[in-house]
């Protein structure tokens, strides 16, 4: 059997990057997929190489109302989700110095409202469900190292690895079948850090073999910590914090 057989899951930012390879992994496993982005037209090509098995639906994650018919169409088309995997994002350059406010909200409304929106939403809808459930919020390094030149996009990433453990603890104390846990990779190789790496060029990452410090990652190197934290393997795992960076946490200065 399939890791995610019988599961019903809700990827957001899912029209390329990570979000197309996690909704990819997902339904190899045998999950249902719902893909939103606020990009519709890239969501619903990955829906449509995917198959009967997902759909595709347009949303601003920082948009409050959005949330609620994304749960509903949800449910109209699979059942009540039990994954919910917030990964929409975006990067604008900018240090302490030059980041004006609106790009700082501009980030943040996305990154770290947008996940605080999704959490709740998803809770409300998971709480009552007869199998277990799991969030999965897309962290990042930097909020386990600081970032100078995008400190805005750290500044969010940072509150959803905390409030991540708030949303775990909340659903232990009322005894919902929920767990929560963020990741952190590093950089992997997406087309949104390929744009905003200084030089970034040549050859794509290969899925397989080992890569050298420094170099970039694949999507699936993520997708497949997500896979496990989605399925019921990962059952006694919540409010965990799971680096995705090739040792450079911990790499010499």
């Known amino acids: 059997m399939s890791r995610l057989t019988g599961k019903i899951a809700i990827v957001t930012g899912a ?19 719902v893909l939103t982005d606020i990009d519709l037209v890239a969501a619903k ?47 604008i350059p900018g240090t302490i110095e030059d980041c004006s406010l609106d790009q700082f909200r501009k980030q943040n409304s996305v ?6 929106l999704g959490c709740r939403a998803a809770v409300k809808a998971m709480k009552s469900n007869d199998q277990p459930s799991s969030i999965i919020n897309l962290s990042s390094m930097a909020a386990l190292q600081g970032y100078s030149p995008f400190v805005a996009y750290a500044a969010a990433k940072g ?10 603890l909340h659903c232990k104390e009322q005894n ?3 767990r ?7 950089g992997i190789d ?15 990452t290969p899925e397989t073999g080992m890569i ?7 999507p699936n190197d993520v997708a497949a910590l997500c896979v496990y934290l989605a399925s019921d393997e990962s059952r006694f795992m919540t409010a965990g914090e799971y680096p995705v960076d090739n040792g450079a946490l911990y790499k010499p200065a």
């Not at 029209?15 to 997929?33: D, H, M, P, T, Y």
């Not at 347009?58 to 959005?66: G, N, T, V």
């Not at 929560?180 to 590093?186: E, G, I, K, R, T």
């Open 180 to 186: 929560c846990n963020s990741l952190h990779p590093a």
């Open 45 to 91: 090509n990955v829906a449509g190489a995917i198959g009967a098995s997902a759909i595709a639906l347009h949303q601003d994650a920082a948009d409050e109302q959005r949330w609620d018919v994304i749960m509903q169409e949800t449910r109209d088309a699979f059942g009540t989700p039990h994954i919910l995997v917030n990964n929409a994002g975006l990067v």
């Open 190 to 204: 997406t087309p949104m850090v390929r744009q905003e790496s200084v030089g970034a060029s040549g050859a794509a």
């Open 212 to 218: 050298p410090l420094g170099g970039l990652g694949h």
């Open 176 to 178: 919902y079948p929920i």
């Open 111 to 116: 990154m770290l409202e947008g996940v605080f």
């Open 15 to 33: 029209g390329s990057g990570l979000g197309k390879a996690i909704s990819e992994s997902f339904a190899e496993q045998g999950a249902q997929v």
């Open 159 to 168: 509150g959803v690895r905390s409030m991540t453990k708030s949303v775990a």
